[in-house]
């Protein structure tokens, strides 16, 4: 039962890191696609997407590797305030109008760093 819940949580965590790093090849809005800060035409569009799909394809099996090291190494409750961090940033980035330093941001970051720090302690000292 603990290998198929170690599995399945290296498997979602390797969707978070595939879907982070898809986030930084390109973003997808209502007025089109963007690729390395430029909107681009469907022909271009069509081939990054292409693009980004079959390497990262091909690199999932080694996020997959690093998923399962970062669970054996790293306390969960840390893991949960690393994904909030990136989260809210990948989000903001994504979405102009968002703005980063809000209140709301800043306290999701704030919490983020708390579990963190938090997984770490519970590490240390149990």
């Known amino acids: 039962?603990?290998?198929?819940?170690?599995?399945?949580?290296?498997?979602?965590?390797?969707?978070?890191?595939?879907?982070?790093?898809?986030?930084?090849?390109?973003?997808?809005?209502?007025?089109?696609?963007?690729?390395?800060?430029?909107?681009r035409k469907k022909e271009e569009a069509i081939l990054i997407f292409l693009g980004a799909t079959v390497l990262l394809g091909f690199v999932t099996p080694l996020i997959h590797e690093v998923s399962k090291l970062t669970i054996t190494l790293v306390p969960v409750i840390s893991i949960v305030?690393?994904?909030?961090?990136?989260?809210?940033?990948?989000?903001?980035?994504?979405?102009?109008?968002?703005?980063?330093?809000s209140t709301k941001s800043l306290l999701?970051?704030?919490l983020g760093i708390f579990l963190v720090i938090l997984g770490f302690l519970i590490s240390i000292y149990l």
């Open 81 to 101: 305030g690393i994904v909030l961090i990136g989260t809210n940033f990948v989000l903001h980035y994504s979405i102009p109008s968002w703005k980063q330093t």
């Open 1 to 39: 039962m603990a290998d198929l819940l170690f599995e399945e949580s290296a498997l979602v965590l390797t969707g978070i890191f595939i879907t982070f790093i898809s986030s930084s090849l390109y973003t997808i809005n209502a007025q089109g696609f963007v690729a390395r800060g430029k909107y």
């Open 108 to 110: 999701i970051y704030l």
